[in-house]
């Protein structure tokens, strides 16, 4: 088992090898190293036949380094990886295997004798069939895609923990769009050794990560699984989205990481059993880490919606409804009271209706009078009309500090509303782009089942 | 009833009358005129303040125009409408009605009261408490959002049909971001007189529209309302989003526009009965309308997945099976062949995986051999790898030129991705930024009972 301690080391090397670097950013093994270049540890190339390359002084093998390294990164056919990974014993702690080739292409025999044989090493294995790690407060970067390609998102607070690179590579597109930031992620395909236990358990202590996501295709241990999902989650919340569910999605999960996918059913119920948050797709794991990156989760199912387009209002409420959430009307009291301050024409129930009329500060009006009375709220501002401003961003930023309960928001899409969406979010208020999905986003930070 | 003819007139006034016209776009009635000023008819503003209104002769009232009017807009307070609507006997064909204060705040007695005024006027209504009509044909624009905040779509072959303006605003929004052109749109709010049915049957038969989005809350005549969804949808795809679902939905669409939303259960199962496309929720509807308005729908349940990474093949087949596709592996011809092609490592299974090795003909390659074997195609192609390339969507578009079976695409999200993203749908593919979106799209495209 990985302790946390020694996972850091991972995170953390003091020196990494990069066997297979190449000359240029064309080959992977050429924009792994060159993504390397503003690593702050020691980075040695390894390549037999140059002495140097990108101006780094270039080693025939493992062997020939002056130092043993924390880390290596292993980029060269599946083929030769056996033997690499025999030099590695006492010249390197971790080894990332990138190289494809192995049990997703039916090589099984080929997977377990580097299983065997790293084990032997005493190297501690991410992948094969892998990207590796990733480190924003350090820089550490082994993915293979070029960043002018696939742009890293900032530093920040969400950790991914996924077995595929393409589903990383996509979340990453959604976490530079959305301004969302990361503190650790790997991919670690199929995870013949380091799997998502381990990084679990890891980044349950880890303080810069509050929010986990963990896309799995298989587990090999269900019950260790469990047992560190469980652990995490008590720490903070851990977000599963499982493919490979129906036959087809089985076959072409094995295909991908030589693992069989097991069950769907049990591992979907046992998940639910321990209130381990299970989404159900890409999308919904967006809306649910852009949530919980932002804001704090809490407790209730009371849901105020304020907008300034009815029709939007009402498929809020279908959405709230589809949740579990309640739309409750407004007490007579607070109704009698809204009816003094706002004009004739307001729909004032649940939804508040501002209409088209609205000026910004009626949603502070609004909240302000109203925020005793519900646990989460979503405010639905549409740009088309000229009382939506950008002012609206500070308003609800000082509204949310004097508050602390989960707000959303939603906006239609499209340049004009592009702005307020940046204020918006910096002012730490997740924005969607339809009415379901800031319910989805709300639903993330509102849990009966969980104490906050 | 409206027949096709007289709602052609709707959307082609030869003259507009603009009740409650103002001089500046800071008020709705002075946008509204703002954007007629490029329409090709006559335009009338109607304003006893004001002599001249943007450069227009402008008249006490109604009355006072030299001519009766096809078309005239009402943007007065609610307690104005019946005597503006009592003016409108012989001087005017149609009315959209834009106030709002009548039976979605509580003032059913107005709304009886202008429904009544306006019959024995022998006026047709829009409205009241809606935005009106738009053509892009002929530059035909009603709606008070200034188009510097909400863009307007290209002209294109997508209807609109909205009780909500809200939706519709949304939806603009969608489609510029989305390159999708429109061919007419009407929000027509409490539907007092014109709704949804007289629309359908209007759209049936207009030219420019392949596809028809309808936006519910609402529906008074159930039977009619199904009659014309059906003489609509045999015509040309009918995608229908019901709103005001469960309790507080329905309590939240009674606020909108004053109508009861009925019991959606009973709405849900006719509309199934009769293979009437019904939309679960926003994004559905925006994922289905942009397929749709791309490709057209054909039969089959066949699909091949072509992905340049694994973990996004998974995902997609999972939704596959969710949305009752076949992922069936390749035939052991199919196979054979395929490994004579493609290097040992690439997963030639379906979804084909050609691995971050990808070179971007290579999707080509595996689409022509095997085309005949399946209904419709998912082309996966993030775009961090150099094997990717804008070529691809030219090479795209030659095969579904030759093949006529519909594809669609998914690629990651971000900047990077931009370029590639828009020749593909210039080249007539429609791109989802996850994969179980683009499924969903080519759920709208594959339909079994559609004859296509």
Redesign the interface.
């Known amino acids: 088992m990985a302790t946390m301690e020694t996972l850091d080391l991972l995170f953390k090397p003091r020196s990494i090898a990069v066997i297979g670097a190449a000359h240029t950013p064309?080959k992977?093994g050429g924009t792994i190293l060159k993504n390397l270049l503003k690593y702050k540890g020691r980075v040695y190339p390894v390549n037999p036949k140059y002495d140097e390359l990108m101006g780094m002084k270039t080693y025939p093998s493992l062997s020939d380094i002056p130092e043993p390294v924390d880390l290596s990164l292993i980029a060269r056919p599946?083929s030769e990886v056996p033997e690499i990974l025999r030099e590695h014993r006492g010249r390197a702690r971790f080894a990332v295997i990138i190289s494809?080739?192995f049990a997703?292409?039916g090589h099984e025999n080929l997977q377990d004798e580097i299983k065997k044989i790293g084990n032997e090493a005493g190297v501690r294995m991410i992948g094969p069939n892998c990207m590796g790690v990733y480190n924003p407060y350090n820089r550490l970067d082994t993915f293979?895609?070029?960043p002018?390609?696939?742009?890293r998102p900032k530093r920040g607070n969400v950790a991914v923990v996924?077995?595929?690179?393409?589903?990383l590579?996509?979340l990453?597109?959604?976490m530079?769009?959305a301004n969302i930031g990361i503190s650790r992620a790997v991919t670690y395909g199929n995870a013949v050794d380091i799997d998502e236990s381990d990084l679990y358990e890891y980044l349950a202590d880890n303080p810069e990560t509050d929010v986990v996501i963990s896309?799995i295709?298989s587990v090999r241990d269900g019950r260790r699984f469990i047992e560190k999902a469980r652990l995490l989650d008590k720490k903070k919340p851990l977000l599963v989205l499982k493919?490979?569910?129906?036959?087809?999605?089985q076959?072409?999960?094995y295909?991908?990481?030589g693992r069989l996918a097991g069950r769907y059913e049990v591992f979907s119920s046992v998940l639910g059993q321990f209130g381990i948050r299970e989404m159900k797709?890409?999308?919904e794991m967006?809306d649910c880490m852009k949530a919980l990156s932002y804001q704090r989760p809490s407790r209730g199912k009371k849901i105020l919606?304020i907008?300034?387009?009815?029709?939007?209002?009402?498929?809020a409420?279908?959405?709230?409804?589809?949740q579990g959430f309640?739309?409750?009307?407004l007490s007579d009291e607070k109704m009698r009271r809204m009816k003094e301050i706002f004009p004739?024409?307001?729909?004032l129930?649940?939804?508040v209706?501002l209409?088209?009329q609205v000026e910004d500060a009626q949603y502070v009006t609004v909240l302000k009078e109203l925020k005793d009375e519900y646990d989460g709220f979503l405010i639905?501002a549409?740009?088309?009309?000229?009382g939506i401003t950008e002012n609206l961003a500070g308003m609800l930023r000082d509204f949310m500090a004097e508050v602390g309960k989960p707000i959303v928001f939603h906006t239609?899409?499209?340049?004009?509303?592009g702005r307020l969406v940046n204020l918006v979010e910096k002012a730490g208020i997740p924005v969607y782009?339809?009415?379901?999905?800031a319910v989805k986003g709300l639903k993330a930070l509102l849990r009966p089942q969980f104490a906050g």
Do not use: W
């Open positions: 064309e992977l599946a494809s080739g997703e292409t293979f895609l070029p002018d390609r696939v742009r996924s077995q595929s690179g393409a589903f590579h996509c990453f597109g959604v530079v769009v896309y295709e493919s490979g569910k129906g036959s087809s999605g076959a072409a999960a295909s991908h990481t797709d890409f999308d967006t919606i907008t300034n387009g009815g029709g939007s209002g009402v498929l409420s279908d959405e709230c409804m589809r309640e739309v409750r009307r004739d024409f307001y729909v129930n649940n939804p209706d209409t088209a639905v549409l740009t088309g009309v000229r239609s899409c499209g340049c004009e509303s782009l339809s009415p379901e999905r």
